[in-house]
């Protein structure tokens, strides 16, 4: 997004007022922000993809013989979470 904004700036006033002159680092202010904003957020951690067998599952343990409400809206919930 700031490279977005940098781009249209230096489109009209020929010169990138985000970055440090000359560079293609950011001014101080930016930096900082950027840096402050990187201490707050964590790295995302990738995780493994639910394979297509766990809504089946899901299913198969709502629909048997003697499922409670509370196991239909669990079920019907979960199902909404992951599609």
Do not use: N
């Not at 781009?7 to 402050?36: A, W, Y």
Request: glycine share 6%; with cysteine; hydrophobic share 45%.
């Amino acid at each position: 997004m700031l490279t977005a904004v940098g781009k249209e700036i230096s489109l009209v006033h020929e010169l990138d007022l985000t970055k440090v002159k000359g560079t293609d680092k950011f001014v101080p202010r930016i930096q900082e922000m950027l840096e402050g904003w990187a201490k707050d957020d964590p790295v995302t951690i990738k995780k493994l993809p639910v394979e297509a067998d766990v809504p089946e599952l899901i299913l198969k343990w709502c629909l048997m013989i003697g499922a409670t409400s509370l196991m239909w809206a669990t079920g019907d919930w979960s199902l909404i979470a992951y599609y």
